[in-house]
């Protein structure tokens, strides 16, 4: 697989800065998954919930950067990290000054008005990802379709330490170079599903198992990308935007769990409607799955999703419904 040459003191410094924080999750999520697997359950209404349960508990596999180590791993203020990221020269073209690439019905970077809009901070390697996408992305282009909502997506590459190839690295170059190349939005759509698909997607750590530039890019094409794009996409044009984007994120604050065992840090898949971050801790309280919850969160009926004309309640300013108290 040829990959382009990098600065690789800067990735090895990047590596060893996230080893502990990472390692430490690694051990919590092997854990929680032992005891899950140790549950025995009876009963059809108790399965039913376990269930959704689980797909709740498979975001919070991995923890990405706690605010204490975030501290100790750098100086760097939120506002310094931010004012690096503005200093990158190769930016993807259409991701706004905070990372956010928006999807909408008229096209990249425009927004619907009055719509909702649906953050999503995501890891190519993330299992906990590939379980949203998997729940919500079907929703999400219907409602992308439809004028419903605004899809603001955030790539992140911080999980490249659990793969031996810089797989998310990779990915996460791919897609920014398909959305500055290919003005259809629905084959990025479509390319985090294939991407993100049970049959696809590969483990991460030591079960990883090496996926090639050819591999992703049959993916693209599936999705609907020229050959002559996904021929171009693997170059690695945005690593120092990547590099960046890993730095400054984790130390947003907004983006940090506010209760809870992750208190004070931020996992992915992180989601933030209207800017306000949706805690979806809360799901396993009110018993819903991630497509009902967010549907409940942004007021719009099951049965009016993809429906133009009909528009989430809380329009583009309010924050989120909670799923546990209904306000």
């Known amino acids: 697989m040829a990959v382009k040459n990098r600065n690789t003191q800067k990735r090895a410094t990047r590596a060893e800065r996230r080893a502990a924080e990472a390692a430490a999750m690694k051990a919590r999520a092997e854990q929680m998954e032992k005891e899950r697997k140790q549950q025995t359950i009876i009963g059809g209404i108790v399965v039913a919930v376990l269930v959704i349960l689980v797909a709740i508990g498979a975001f919070a596999i991995y923890h990405n950067m706690h605010k204490s ?36 019905k008229n096209g990249y970077g425009k927004s619907v008005e009055n719509a909702p809009t649906v953050s999503i901070y995501m890891d190519f390697l993330c299992p906990g990802c590939a379980n949203l996408h998997r729940q919500l992305d079907e929703d999400l282009r219907k409602m992308i379709d439809a004028g419903q909502v605004n899809l603001d997506l955030h790539f992140m590459s911080f999980m490249d330490r659990w793969s031996t190839d810089e797989y998310s690295s990779r990915v996460a170059n791919a897609a920014l170079y398909l959305a500055d190349h290919d003005s259809d939005t629905d084959h990025m759509i479509s390319f985090l599903e294939k991407v993100y698909a049970e049959d696809f997607q590969p483990e991460e750590g030591s079960n990883y198992k090496s996926v090639s530039d050819a591999k992703i890019k049959e993916q693209m094409i599936a999705a609907g990308v020229s050959q002559e794009v996904a021929d171009k996409a693997f170059n690695r044009d945005y690593d120092e935007w990547l590099d960046a984007i890993d730095t400054y994120t984790p130390k947003r604050p907004e983006l940090w769990h506010d209760s809870g065992s992750y208190k004070g840090s931020m996992t992915t898949p992180t989601v933030t409607i209207n800017g306000k971050y949706w805690n979806m801790d809360d799901l396993s309280t009110s018993q819903q799955t991630i497509e009902d919850g967010l549907l409940e969160a942004i007021g719009l009926k099951k049965e009016d999703v993809g429906v133009t004309g009909k528009m989430p309640s809380i329009g583009s300013k309010k924050k989120p419904i909670s799923n546990t108290t209904g306000e």
């Not at 791993?73 to 956010?100: F, I, M, R």
């Open 69 to 104: 180590s975030a501290s100790q791993s750098s100086d760097e203020t939120v506002q310094q990290s931010y004012a690096k990221l503005q200093k990158v020269k190769n930016t993807p073209k259409y991701v706004d000054k905070k990372g956010g690439l928006l999807i909408s």
